[in-house]
């Protein structure tokens, strides 16, 4: 029994570690199951929970005095509702998270003391493992219940849409990426982190100087007797080729920090896949780490497929959600954190689908 908690929480903790999202919520996870593992480590017996009041949680995530902490605030920040549809919803949006758990058979869970209420509001959060095979069993059910509601309330269907991060290891790298990125991975303070900087850096100061000379050459024309007319040409080619690899190459990867989530530029998708996309993360270390993926939802008009696409021409943000089939009417917002996206479209668009 305590071998399966050990391996169920290194896992959690390892998967948090993995997808770092920048949360107090997903910092609130880590804490309670690297104080679990901690007490495992240091007990030969069968699994004994590590049962931490809220201030305890509270104070380690924030890295400051438990004293300091006020039950009220505990209890304002740390909610057990929430931890428990935090931890289910890391869980289910990571196909790799999820695929990781299947495979052990167990899941990690959130238990409370429910003390009742008034009682000096000590409750208590541990956390547990539960078989998964009861909970499939469910899952169908809830899917089945869920399908009978879509029934008789499509509008709030086709309104809002759930995007789907692809697993790791469904992603094929370009030969571009796999010199750069490791796994699919690439911490920005590393080895090929810095050699993609300067490499970058390098694009930067040749486009300006390949412009510059290009344009320099030109004016100069007439000047210039030693200058054919095909050399000419060869010059005024160089200008576009300077603003294409600025415009596609240097620019996404400069805004990457900023967006976290970009369109792969050119070089970084591989030639056969039509569709990928670079997320930034902040590591345990806080260091930025890109990863390449992939972000897909199933569109809810006519069930093609939504990618992430430029918002350029007719939306605000830098990144939506556009529907193959109908990229233009079929438009979804996005956010990385909550894998969400609403209609983008005109109000009345969704009233006359009725
Ligand atoms: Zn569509």
């Keep these: 029994m305590k071998n399966n908690h050990l391996i169920v929480f290194n896992e959690l903790y390892n998967q948090l570690l993995n997808y770092p999202r920048d949360t107090l919520w997903n910092t609130y996870l880590k804490t309670i199951v690297s104080e679990q593992l901690r007490k495992i480590e240091y007990s030969d017996e069968a699994f004994e929970p590590e049962k931490l009041s809220r201030q305890q949680i509270y104070a380690k995530a924030k890295n400051i005095d438990e004293k300091n902490v006020d039950s009220q605030t505990a209890k304002n920040a740390v909610k057990t509702t929430k931890l428990k549809s935090t931890l289910e919803a890391f869980i289910n949006d990571q196909p790799d998270c999820k695929k990781a758990f299947i495979e052990l058979g167990y899941k990690p869970i959130i238990v409370t003391s429910a003390s009742g209420g008034g009682s000096k509001n000590k409750t208590l959060l541990w956390m547990d493992i539960q078989v998964i095979e009861n909970e499939a069993v469910e899952h169908i059910d809830e899917t089945a219940l869920v399908n009978t509601d879509d029934d008789i309330e499509s509008v709030d269907d086709i309104s809002s849409i759930t995007y789907e991060r692809k697993a790791t290891s469904n992603i094929k790298p370009s030969l571009f990426t796999k010199l750069f990125f490791k796994q699919g ?21 040749s486009d300006i100087l390949i412009a510059i000379y290009a344009f320099l050459v030109l004016l100069l024309l007439d000047d210039l007797p030693t200058v054919s007319l095909w050399q000419a040409i060869l010059f005024s080619a160089m200008i576009p080729f300077a603003y294409i690899s600025w415009r596609y190459f240097f620019m996404p990867l400069y805004l990457l920090p900023y967006h976290r989530v970009i369109k792969a530029p050119m070089f970084f998708a591989n030639v056969n896949v039509d569709n990928a996309d670079i997320e930034m993360y902040r590591d345990k270390d806080r260091l930025n780490v890109a990863r390449v993926t992939e972000f897909t939802a199933t569109c809810p008009i006519c069930s093609g497929t939504i990618i992430l696409a430029q918002g350029k021409p007719d939306q605000k943000p830098p990144l939506v959600g556009r529907c193959k089939e109908a990229p233009h009417a079929h438009v979804y917002s996005f956010d990385r954190m909550t894998m969400k996206g609403c209609f983008l479209g005109v109000p009345n668009y969704l009233s006359d689908k009725l």
């Excluded at 991975?185 to 100061?205: I, Y």
């Design 185 to 205: 991975e690439l911490k920005v303070l590393s080895v090929r982190g810095v050699s993609l900087m300067l490499l970058l850096m390098a694009v930067f100061v």
